[in-house]
Structure formats: C-alpha cells, structure tokens
C-alpha cells in the first residue's frame, strides 16, 4: 500500500445550501496530477492520501465525517488555523520558497526575528501532525510519498517513529545552493537537511537534486550520510487533457478568443501570479519588442492568464500590483482605438487556458527558477498551430525541452525581446519542427511515470 502526504489534496470541499459536500478538483500541478490517478485506485486496496484540510468548506467536511472520494482514503488534517497559517505563509512561502528561488533581497529580508521563530515552531508541529497521520494510515513496510517543501522535517520525523517504511520525499521547487542554504538559521537548516538526507529525495530536475546535495553536505558535513537521491519529472496526463480539449466550456472559450485575437498573433502566458514566474520582465520584454520592432505594433496581442496566489503573503498582494501596473503601461503606451497590446486575464478557469494553450503562436515561460513548470509541457500538447515556446534556461522543464525551445533569459530584457520576436517571426517550416519535437518530448512522461519512479526510488 502507499499513503501519498502533501499540503494540498486531490479535492477541496464545498458545501452546498442542503449541507451536502461535493468535492472540486483540488487546485495546483501536484494535486490535478496525482489526483485522477491515486483517486482511480493507483495507491492499492488501502492507498490513503494526508493533506491539510484548506477552505472552510474542506473544515466543515472533516467535521461533519464528509470527507470521501473513490479510490483513495484521503484523511484531511483539521490544524489549528493560526498555527498552519504561520507554517505555510511565514516559513513555506515567505522562507522556504523564497530560499529555493532566489527571491530574497539579501539587504532587507529575510529577517529571523521572534515572531519568525513562532512560525518555525509552527511548522514543526504541522510536520507532526502530518507525520502522525501518515504513520498512524501506513500498514507494516508501507510506502509513504511525502510531498514538497511544506513537509520537509515529515521524512525525518517518520523514519525514527516508523523504520519498517519505505520513504521518498519529492520536492517540486527548485532547491537553493550551498551559499544560500547558509540565510537559513543554522539549527532549521541543518533540521531541514537532516530530515531529507533520511529518505531519498527526488527532484524535477538534476541540477535541482545536484543543489539539494552540495547544500546538505554543506550543513550536515562533507561526509555526511545522504540517502541517494532522483530525478523523476512530471508529466502532464495526456487523456485528462485530450478530454478537456472536446469540453463545450473549451470551445466556448476558444471562439471567444477567435473573436479577441483577430488574424494577429497570440503571444501568451499563464501563470499563477507568482514573483518567481518574472511575469514583470515579461511585460517589459514585450515593450521593448514594440518599441525596437515597430513592425510588431498592432499585430501581436499578449494574453496573460494569471490566476491568484497567496493572496495572504504581502509580497504576493505587491507583486499583484506590480503586474498589473507593467501590463497597463505597455497598453497605455502602445494601444491604438481597435488594439490592445496585453489582455490580463484573471478568471480563475481552466477551460479558457486550454484553449488558449490550444491556439498560441508563440508561449512565454519565463520564470527566474522553476523546479519545472507544468504549462511548458502542457502547452506544446495541446497547442494546433505550431506555435513556438519561448522557455526560461532556469526552468526544470528545460532539460527535457531547451532543444526544441527558444531559450529566454530570464533577467536580460533585450534578449528576451530578441526571442519573442524570433519566435513570431519563425518561418512555417522550422516552427513545424520545432513544434513536432516539442510535443513528442513533452508527452514522453505522464503522472504515472513520475508516481513509479517515486515508488521504485522509495527505501
Ligand atoms: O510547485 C510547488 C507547489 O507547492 C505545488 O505543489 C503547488 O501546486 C504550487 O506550488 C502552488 O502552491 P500553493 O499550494 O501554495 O498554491
């Protein structure tokens, strides 16, 4: 048997006005992933699956016994609210993540003060309580896939209560290097690092693994034991999305951008509002083509699908208004009466970014780090135009996918710029190419692939 352990479940709960529960798809790459797969019975007869009960509508089903989907006993942890929220948005979100892309502006943040040490013990009792339920769900010699980095210390905290388990933890972030595991008070690091090298660490790709390595010999000791660690990327599922593609939603939504679109070019993007996605720069690469390229002016329109992120982090609620800010200073400086240069869409709808992957000219996945980047793969699957992607060297996802991509620096602005345009200027022949490779290299793993590397590398 095998008890998956993450922050977000496969489902998240809602309550109609009758009191009865009907669970929605769980929002996020992992969730929609391993969702359909584990909830059609893929974690054996027992499977069972820990996450954190989220919503109040997720509360309210824990409390009222609701908590049920097929395939899977998913166990929701009803923490106490104050206590998750310091985990996940002070250390999760605001340190971890941070850490893990390269987001701090050393002169200012981060700062470890009392009020941070609350939320370190606050992630040490959520690590608990998650490792608690897993072991209490996990028969003898079971594995146990524990996901991501708000879950760090659960390896650890497992292996000393329950030593007849398998482990593997995966982190689906990139993971920082051996300077910068160095910001991190000495005690939560060398916690962090101690916890991993207890099971082995898989990763979306090798550098992020070679970083996780260089960084725990870092603080543990050159000879530190390690257990080994993986590289196993994620797919997207190709039949989910196939379905997705007939939806009446997705041809609504696809006629709609018909109409938006015109006989211009679709540069687009689709993010989560998300300071490590760079959606800034990318907007400012964008003006920089309209301005160099004049050419260009009334003949590309730049969709940003965006949907809200960790609206509770101060940072995010900036990062907000910075993008909206950059997207109306390109419309303010280069719309005429019948064009508008950026169209930022925010309706969180799935249906809408489908078609809109389906119908791009050229994709723009510019993130500063990203462990993969699931839209880079997504893209080239579902995209009928050939259409170009124009992907960041410092996503995961350009390991498997640089060759047949244009590469984007994710920090310099004219050759961004210089991308974009090459990428709307590409002739049919090599865009045919390109997007043939592209979609065979994309579809080459699916979630099932990336779950049974995890269950073969689990010790
Ligand atoms: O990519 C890492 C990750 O934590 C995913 O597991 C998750 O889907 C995504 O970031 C979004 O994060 P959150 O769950 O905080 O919205």
């Not at 584990?38 to 509508?57: F, H, I, N, T």
């Not at 509360?59 to 985990?87: N, S």
């Not at 390896?155 to 300077?179: I, K, V, Y």
Request: glycine share 8%; proline share 6%; aromatic share 8%.
């Amino acid at each position: 048997m095998t008890v998956v352990v993450s922050n977000r479940g496969p489902v998240r709960f809602e309550e109609d006005p009758g009191g009865t529960f009907r669970a929605r798809p769980g929002a996020g790459g992992l969730a929609s992933s391993l969702g359909p797969l584990l909830c059609s019975g893929a974690a054996g007869p027992d499977g069972a699956w820990v996450a954190a009960a989220l919503s109040d509508g997720d509360r309210a089903a824990v409390r009222a016994g609701a908590v049920d989907v097929p395939g899977i006993r998913l166990r929701l942890l009803d923490l106490d609210a104050q206590t998750y929220r310091l985990a996940y948005d002070v250390v999760s979100n605001g340190t971890l993540w941070f850490l893990h892309h390269g987001l701090f502006d050393l002169v200012r943040r981060p700062r470890f003060d009392r009020r941070w040490r609350e939320a370190w013990t606050g992630y040490e009792a959520v690590n608990r309580a998650f490792a608690d339920a897993a072991s209490d769900l996990a028969g003898d010699g079971a594995v146990v896939l524990v996901q991501d980095l708000h879950l760090a210390l659960v390896p650890g905290l497992l292996r000393e209560q329950r030593p007849d388990l398998r482990l593997a933890f995966f982190t689906h972030t990139s993971f920082c290097g051996p300077n910068s595991i160095r910001v991190l008070p000495t005690d939560a690091a060398t916690a962090l690092c101690t916890s991993m090298a207890a099971a082995p660490c898989g990763f979306h790709a090798a550098r992020w693994a070679r970083a996780y390595e260089a960084s725990a010999r870092e603080v543990l000791g050159a000879g530190a034991p390690l257990a080994p660690t993986f590289v196993a990327p994620l797919g997207p599922d190709p039949e989910a999305l196939a379905a997705l593609v007939d939806a009446d939603t997705t041809r609504a939504a696809a006629a709609e951008l018909d109409e938006l679109v015109g006989d211009r070019a679709l540069l687009l993007r689709v993010d989560r509002i998300e300071p490590s996605k760079n959606v800034v720069r990318g907007f400012l690469a964008y003006d920089l083509l309209l301005e160099e390229r004049p050419h260009w002016r009334e003949r590309v329109v730049f969709v940003a699908r965006l949907n809200a992120s960790r609206e509770s982090l101060a940072e995010y609620q900036a990062y907000r208004l910075e993008v909206e800010q950059a997207a109306a200073r390109v419309n303010d400086r280069w719309a005429t009466p019948d064009w508008r240069p950026v169209v930022l869409d925010t309706r969180d709808d799935f249906p809408r970014t489908v078609a809109a992957l389906g119908r791009y000219d050229a994709l723009l996945v510019n993130p500063i780090k990203d462990g993969l980047n699931l839209v880079a793969k997504e893209g080239p699957i579902l995209n009928r135009r050939d259409g170009v992607l124009c992907l960041s060297r410092d996503a995961g996802a350009w390991d498997e996918l640089g060759s047949a991509a244009l590469e984007v620096h994710p920090f310099d602005l004219e050759q961004a710029a210089g991308a974009l345009d090459a990428a709307l200027a590409m002739p049919a022949d090599e865009r045919a190419t390109r997007a043939t490779r592209l979609r065979e290299l994309a579809g080459r793993r699916t979630p099932r692939d990336w779950y049974e590397d995890q269950l073969r590398h689990a010790a």
